[in-house]
C-alpha cells in the first residue's frame, strides 16, 4: 500500500495539513453559512480528526467508533448540515492532503488514487452515521467512550499538571486505581530514571500551543517499568488560554524489550563482523605484501648479477612499492568507513554499493575462482544507510561463497531491476538451494545451517533486521533451478 508507506511523511506535516485544511476558502463558506464556530473546530476537533485519519492510514482500514469522530458528526448534526456541505468539509481535507504532497514533490498517481479511494470510503462511512437521529448518535457516542474507557490509555490534565480524569485502560497499566490518580500530579508515574528537563521540554512544547509527541518512560506502582508511545495536546478556553492537556498512549514495553534484546544481538553481530573485517584486511594485503617483497629483492639479487644498482631501477622499485602501499594505506581506510555508523540515510547509486562489496571480496572471490556475474538494469539512486546495506551485501555473498564452494564451476548473478517503486537486488548462486524443511528458519536469531557451527547464526536475522527496520525494504529466499537466490527488495523514495 503506497499511502501507507508515506504515513511517517505525512505525520510529520499534519500541523501543515491542518493549516490548509482550515484556511480552504470552501470550508470556511461552509462554516460561515451555519455559524460554525472557527476556533472552536480548530482547537476541538483539528488535530484530533487528523491523528484519527493516520491511524486508519496504518491499520489499512475505516474506523468510526472514535467518540471524537461521533461527537464531531453530532455537532455538524446539531447545526443540520446538508449532504452537500458535510461532503465539502469532509473533502477539504483531502484537497490540504493532496496540496501539501505536492508541495512536498512526492506525488504518484498510485498515491493520489489511494488517498481519493481512502476518503472515498471514509465518507460514505460518515454519511450512513450522520445519517443517523441525535438519540442513535448520543448512543454511539457512549457506546464508544464506554470502549475507549476500556481499551485506549488516555488521561486529563488540568492546566498545572494534576490528572483530572484516567481511562481505565491506563489504571489497568500502571497498577494505580483511578482514585488514587485523579488529583495527583502526573509526576506520580515518572520512572526514577526519567530527568526533569524531559517534562520541562514537553511543558515547553505544550505552552507554545504545539502538541507533543515522543515516548516516555513510566514506573508502575509495584515499580515495574513500561513504556508510552504518547501525544499530549493542550485545550483551549473561548480567549485562548490553555485550560487543560489530553494524552493519549499506546503501550510500547514489549517492542522496547526487543529492540533491546535486537542491540545485544547487534553488539554480538559486530564482535563477529570485526573478525570476518580483520580476515578480509589480510586477505587483501595478502598479495600487495607479496609484490613488495619481489620489489624488495630484486635489488640485491640485481646487485649481485649486474654489480650495481641504476637509478632507474631503484626509481621503479620506489614507485612500485609506494603505488602498493597506497593501496593497501587505501584498503584500510575503506574498511575504516565502512566500519563507521551510519547516522544519517545517503542517496547512494546501486551499482556503487554493489561494487564495494565486491571491493571488500575481490581477494577471496579471486583466490576461490568465483564467476561473479552482474546484470544492472536499474541504476537509481537510493536512500539507504550505504554501510548497512553493505555489510548485508557482503553476508549474503560469503554465504553463497559457503554453498558453492565444493562446486568446479562456482557462480555467484547478482541483478538489478525496478518495480512498482521498488528496487530489487537478487544475488543468486549455483550451489543447489536450500533444504526445503530449513528455508523457512535461515532468518532466525542463532540458526546456522554450517555443520563445524563456526558461524554465528547472526548473519542473515541481523542483515534481514537492517533491510526490513532500517531501510523499510525486504529481505526474502528462495530456491531456483540452479540454487539459492536472496533479493533485497528497498523503496525508491523514503
Same mark, same amino acid.
Given at each position: 500500500?503506497?499511502? #501507507? ?5 505525512? $505525520? *510529520? ?10 484556511e480552504d476558502q470552501d470550508l470556511i463558506n461552509?462554516?460561515? =453559512? ?23 492510514i496504518k491499520q489499512n ?43 512536498? *514533490? ?14 472515498? =470510503?471514509?465518507?460514505? *462511512?460518515?454519511?450512513?452515521?450522520? /445519517? ?47 482514585? %488514587? ?8 508515574? =515518572? ?18 500551543? #504545539? ?48 529492540? *533491546?534484546?535486537? /542491540?545485544?544481538?547487534? %553488539? ?7 573478525? $570476518? ?28 648479477? $649486474? ?12 614507485? %612500485? ?21 551510519? =547516522? ?7 551499482? &556503487? ?46 554465504? /553463497? ?14 541483478? &538489478? ?75 525508491? $523514495?523514503?
Amino acid at each position: 500500500m503506497t499511502l #501507507k508507506n508515506y504515513i511517517k511523511v505525512i $505525520e *510529520n506535516n499534519k500541523s501543515e495539513i491542518c493549516k490548509y485544511w482550515i484556511e480552504d476558502q470552501d470550508l470556511i463558506n461552509v462554516l460561515n =453559512k451555519y455559524s460554525i464556530n472557527k476556533e472552536h473546530l480548530i482547537n476541538k476537533y483539528t488535530q484530533s480528526i487528523m491523528e484519527h485519519h493516520i491511524y486508519m492510514i496504518k491499520q489499512n482500514r475505516i474506523i468510526l467508533d472514535n467518540p471524537i469522530i461521533i461527537g464531531f458528526i453530532k455537532y455538524l448534526n446539531t447545526h443540520q448540515i446538508s449532504i452537500s456541505d458535510l461532503f465539502i468539509l469532509f473533502f477539504s481535507l483531502k484537497k490540504a492532503l493532496i496540496k501539501r504532497i505536492f508541495e512536498l *514533490n512526492i506525488q504518484t498517481s498510485e498515491l493520489i488514487n489511494e488517498i481519493n479511494s481512502h476518503f472515498e =470510503k471514509d465518507f460514505q *462511512n460518515v454519511l450512513s452515521v450522520y /445519517s443517523k437521529n441525535l438519540e442513535d448518535l448520543q448512543n454511539a457516542y457512549f457506546k464508544s467512550n464506554d470502549l475507549i474507557d476500556k481499551y485506549v490509555i488516555m488521561s486529563k490534565s488540568d492546566a498545572n499538571g494534576n490528572i483530572i480524569k484516567v481511562s481505565s485502560a491506563f489504571c489497568e497499566l500502571s497498577g494505580y486505581t483511578k482514585n %488514587e490518580l485523579i488529583g495527583q500530579s502526573f509526576n506520580i508515574t =515518572k520512572h526514577p530514571d526519567t530527568e526533569d528537563n524531559f517534562y520541562e521540554d514537553i511543558k515547553k512544547t505544550l505552552i507554545s500551543n #504545539k502538541i507533543w509527541q515522543g515516548e516516555i518512560k513510566n514506573q508502575k506502582k509495584n515499580a515495574d517499568t513500561y513504556w508510552l508511545e504518547t501525544t499530549i495536546h493542550p485545550n483551549f478556553d473561548n480567549i485562548g488560554r490553555i485550560v487543560s492537556y489530553d494524552a493519549i498512549g499506546q503501550d510500547i514495553t514489549s517492542t522496547k524489550k526487543l529492540k *533491546n534484546q535486537q /542491540s545485544l544481538l547487534v %553488539e554480538q553481530s559486530k564482535s563477529a563482523a570485526m573478525g $570476518e573485517l580483520i580476515s578480509m584486511i589480510a586477505h587483501q594485503w595478502r598479495q600487495p605484501l607479496q609484490a613488495v617483497s619481489i620489489y624488495i629483492q630484486k635489488l640485491p639479487l640485481t646487485k649481485i648479477i $649486474e654489480g650495481k644498482i641504476s637509478d632507474e631501477l631503484l626509481d621503479e622499485v620506489i614507485n %612500485e612499492i609506494s603505488s602498493q602501499l597506497e593501496y593497501m594505506s587505501q584498503t584500510i581506510d575503506d574498511f575504516i568507513d565502512y566500519f563507521k555508523p551510519n =547516522k544519517e540515510k545517503e542517496l547512494v547509486l546501486i551499482s &556503487t554499493v554493489i561494487n564495494k562489496a565486491l571491493e571488500f571480496l575481490a581477494y577471496m572471490i579471486k583466490i576461490e575462482n568465483i564467476i561473479i556475474n552482474i546484470e544492472n538494469s536499474c541504476d537509481y539512486k537510493i536512500s539507504i544507510f550505504r554501510n548497512e546495506i553493505i555489510q548485508v551485501l557482503i553476508n549474503i555473498i560469503n554465504n /553463497s561463497k559457503d554453498a558453492i564452494k565444493k562446486n568446479k564451476i562456482k557462480i555467484i548473478n547478482i541483478r &538489478t531491476f525496478s518495480k512498482n517503486n521498488y528496487v530489487y537486488i537478487e544475488i543468486e548462486d549455483n550451489g543447489g538451494g536450500i533444504k526445503e524443511d530449513i528455508i523457512g528458519r535461515i532468518f532466525e536469531p542463532y540458526f546456522s545451517t554450517k555443520s563445524n557451527k563456526n558461524g554465528t547464526g547472526l548473519g542473515l536475522y541481523m542483515s534481514q533486521t537492517i533491510v526490513n527496520q532500517h531501510s523499510n525494504g525486504q529481505l526474502l529466499v528462495c530456491n531456483t533451478d540452479i540454487g539459492a537466490k536472496f533479493t533485497m527488495k528497498l523503496p525508491l $523514495e523514503q
